[in-house]
């Protein structure tokens, strides 16, 4: 478990050294970017349903927010 914590901090700092810090010219960017694309996975179910939960419970607290502050405001 811990090698994997530590590898996924080494590879997070991999990408934010190459990101912010490594100058890079219009081909390295180029290569950069479709190493990115080939890293691209999709949300599986239960991220999907997070996402789903997560908006509705948002937009239905911002409505009844909007709702209780219109009556007794």
Request: glycine share 6%; proline share 4%.
């Given at each position: 478990?811990?090698?994997?914590?530590?590898?996924?901090?080494?590879?997070?700092?991999?990408?934010?050294?190459?990101?912010?810090?490594?100058?890079?010219?219009?081909?390295?960017?180029?290569?950069?970017l479709e190493r990115d694309a080939d890293e691209?996975?999709?949300?599986?179910?239960?991220?999907?349903?997070l996402c789903a939960y997560s908006l509705g419970?948002?937009?239905?607290?911002?409505?009844?927010?909007?709702?209780?502050?219109?009556?007794?405001?």
């Amino acid at each position: 478990m811990a090698s994997r914590i530590t590898s996924a901090a080494s590879t997070a700092d991999e990408y934010y050294y190459n990101q912010t810090v490594t100058p890079t010219d219009a081909a390295t960017h180029t290569g950069q970017l479709e190493r990115d694309a080939d890293e691209y996975f999709p949300l599986q179910p239960i991220e999907k349903k997070l996402c789903a939960y997560s908006l509705g419970l948002g937009l239905g607290l911002m409505a009844l927010f909007i709702i209780i502050f219109e009556v007794f405001g």
